[in-house]
């Protein structure tokens, strides 16, 4: 399905160098039409924290839908600090395989 995006919402702290607060919500000009491979997206409440060793689905620009596993700050900070060089903050998620040189962190 293809749809335009007729508007977007930045978050009010976003942080450019840090990719803190690094989300976007956009309203589509047209509503999605749901089937076996288009679905909202699960979203946890405000008071459910997620953990290692769950789960997750990672989507975004450039990416297809991954399903990898939750990893605790710290570990990214050790692996993954390439590609965050000014630290993991806490309003971040940390997912990824780390047994495969940190690249999908």
Not at 30 to 53: K, M
Not at 68 to 82: A, D, R, S
Request: proline share 6%; charged share 15%.
């Amino acid at each position: 399905q293809m749809r335009q995006v007729k508007t977007t919402v930045v978050h009010p702290h976003i942080s450019m160098l840090s990719y803190d607060s690094d989300i976007v919500l956009m309203q589509l000009n047209f509503s999605l039409e749901y089937s076996a491979a288009v679905r909202p997206v699960c979203l946890p409440n405000s008071t459910e924290t997620l953990s290692s060793p769950s789960l997750c689905t990672a989507s975004g620009w450039g990416s297809s839908k991954k399903v990898m596993p939750v990893l605790e700050n710290e570990i990214c900070e050790i692996n993954c600090y390439f590609s965050y060089p000014r630290g993991i903050t806490t309003r971040m998620l940390c997912a990824g395989f780390v047994s495969v040189g940190g690249q999908d962190c």
